[in-house]
């Protein structure tokens, strides 16, 4: 990889490519790359994350995929973060050497969900002591609470944080708590962290209150509008940037009804991209011909502010 480039702007978590009895499907990883630098113009990716399905993988298959990741995204990605989050701390440790032995530019974890930690104290000596394992490499806490359900404040997580995790570098913010997440931002007064969010749908409204970026499953497909609207924010021209998101949101608010996750995530993915994605692994089954269907039909009604 090139040297490490300040993590903004968009970061797709990467989907696991499967092949149709539900072994990773590795040789797609080179066009899966080729296409979000070339079609999306997104450089960052997020592998074995919820979007990658990491928590129903082996740590084989994980390492596997990072390793392919890595590989292919040489010289064409600026960043790849590797999730290495477990239900327990060997495994994410050895995730964690693993990673920093391949060259990652960033691990994260998500706090264990099964036997959770109920304080701030806990989730940092569990963090510190995965961080401890890839001493050269950036740390990001993974906050998620609708999966996890930790529910520990970041604004409280932050304060001395530095000092026990000295790699600690942000947060991949995963929640509609858009107070913490200002209140996070306040702190960060110095940009020494990165914030980057994780609900697609409300994005605009993370960048309004300092948000670094963006990691999301919907910058796979959606990742070049995304980045008009970055732009269209960053001018400003935020009648345009919400335009972008609110387009955005009509498509996701109508596959929401419809049922949408990581199937039909992995379904959208194949129909526009021609990458086949295949099937999920169980206990996820795969997006109905239903759905397939009205969602290709209706993200090809919209219209898009460049005319496309």
């Not at 942000?170 to 200002?182: I, R």
């Amino acid at each position: 990889m090139t040297p490490r480039k300040k993590l903004k702007g968009l970061v797709a978590a990467a989907i696991t490519p499967m092949t149709p009895d539900g072994k990773i499907n590795l040789p797609v990883i080179r066009q899966y790359v080729d296409y979000l630098v070339n079609e999306q113009n997104v450089k960052n990716v997020f592998v074995n994350g919820t979007t990658g399905e990491g928590l129903s993988l082996s740590i084989q298959e994980r390492k596997q995929l990072a390793e392919e990741w890595m590989c292919q995204g040489k010289d064409k990605l600026d960043n790849v973060i590797i999730h290495v989050g477990a239900l327990n701390l060997p495994e994410c440790q050895e995730l964690a050497r693993h990673a920093a032995a391949i060259g990652a530019g960033g691990i994260a974890v998500i706090a264990p969900f099964f036997f959770k930690p109920t304080n701030k104290d806990e989730l940092v000596a569990f963090l510190q002591k995965v961080a401890s394992e890839a001493p050269e490499v950036p740390f990001y806490y993974y906050h998620i609470p609708p999966l996890t359900g930790v529910k520990i404040r970041v604004e409280e997580l932050l304060d001395g944080i530095k000092a026990q995790i000295p790699t600690f570098q942000g947060v991949k913010f995963s929640d509609t708590d858009l107070l913490d997440l200002a209140q996070c931002i306040n702190k960060n007064k110095t940009g020494e962290f990165e914030f980057l969010y994780g609900v697609d749908e409300q994005l605009l409204g993370a960048l309004a209150v300092g948000a670094n970026g963006a990691v999301g499953s919907t910058y796979n497909y959606l990742g070049r509008q995304t980045n008009l609207m970055l732009q269209a924010f960053a001018k400003p021209d935020f009648a345009l940037a919400q335009q972008y998101q609110f387009l955005t949101g009509e498509f996701l608010n109508f596959v929401i009804k419809l049922g949408f996750g990581v199937a039909q995530t992995k379904a959208v993915m194949t129909f526009v991209s021609g990458i086949p994605m295949g099937p999920p692994r169980l206990p996820l089954v795969g997006a109905s011909s239903e759905f397939i269907v009205k969602a290709k039909a209706k993200l090809d009604s919209i219209v898009w502010p460049d005319g496309n």
